[in-house]
T-cell receptor, first 113, second 109 residues
Framework: DAMVIQNPRYQVTQFGKPVTLSCSQT?????MYWYQQKSSQAPKLLFH???????NEADTPDNFQSRRPNTSFCFLDIRSPGLGDAAMYLC????????????FGDGTRLSIL | GIQVEQSPPDLILQEGANSTLRCNFS?????LQWFHQNPWGQLINLFY???GTKQNGRLSATTVATERYSLLYISSSQTTDSGVYFC???????????FGEGTQLTVNP
């Protein structure tokens, strides 16, 4: 089945140690999104790609970066994770167009020690 | 940006009961999705419904875009329906889904 796959499901890292989360898709969608969801809160968009065109949200912290080497893969890099970055990170994809639905992966739950 | 209000914030039901969840939004939208987040954190897409009515088994949804609200109906609720239900519209002028704060549903046996 075509889908959005996030690895790993659970990630533990140390305070200040860089970490990378990955997302892949078999839907061949040209738009990919990263959301952050903290405990008991709604998902919040960090950034998204239209093809290779990167779009950062105004309030996304500077230590969050992203890479999209090809259509299928997108990575979230957290350069120096702090305790406040512990959260569920959700990847989503969609076709171009405001009326296209977004398809979500199962998420990666990040813990910071 | 668009403002999204979901009600009620919390809902407790007995198995078999019916319920209606509401989502109000402040601007014109060209996309609206309802999601169920299960206790393991998975966000399950229930409906893509920018307007009109759709049904899928015991669930149905209606969006009245001109009046800026959407409703999610759950009939004959089951314990597996427990979790958080999010409404996420996308404003016509924007590029992102904006999630409401969710409705926490608990269905007791």
């Amino acid at each position: 089945d075509a889908m959005v796959i996030q690895n790993p499901r659970y990630q533990v890292t140390q305070f200040g140690k860089p970490v990378t989360l990955s997302c892949s898709q078999t839907l061949n969608h040209n738009v990919m999104y990263w959301y952050q969801q903290k405990s008991s809160q709604a998902p919040k968009l960090l950034f998204h790609y239209y093809d290779k065109d990167f779009n950062n949200e105004a309030d996304t912290p500077d230590n969050f970066q992203s890479r999209r080497p090809n259509t299928s893969f997108c990575f979230l890099d957290i350069r120096s994770p702090g305790l406040g970055d512990a959260a569920m990170y959700l990847c989503a994809t969609s076709r171009t167009g405001g009326n296209q639905p977004q398809h979500f992966g199962d998420g990666t739950r990040l813990s910071i020690l | 940006g668009i403002q999204v209000e979901q009600s009620p914030p919390d809902l407790i039901l007995q198995e078999g009961a019916n319920s209606t969840l509401r989502c109000n939004f402040s601007d014109s939208v060209n996309n609206l999705q309802w999601f169920h987040q299960n206790p393991w954190g998975q966000l399950i897409n229930l409906f893509y419904i920018p307007s009109g009515t759709k049904q899928n088994g015991r669930l149905s949804a209606t969006t009245v875009a001109t009046e800026r609200y959407s409703l999610l109906y759950i009939s004959s609720s089951q314990t597996t329906d427990s979790g958080v239900y999010f409404c996420a519209p996308r404003e016509t002028s924007g590029s992102r889904l904006t999630f409401g704060e969710g409705t926490q549903l608990t269905v007791n046996p």
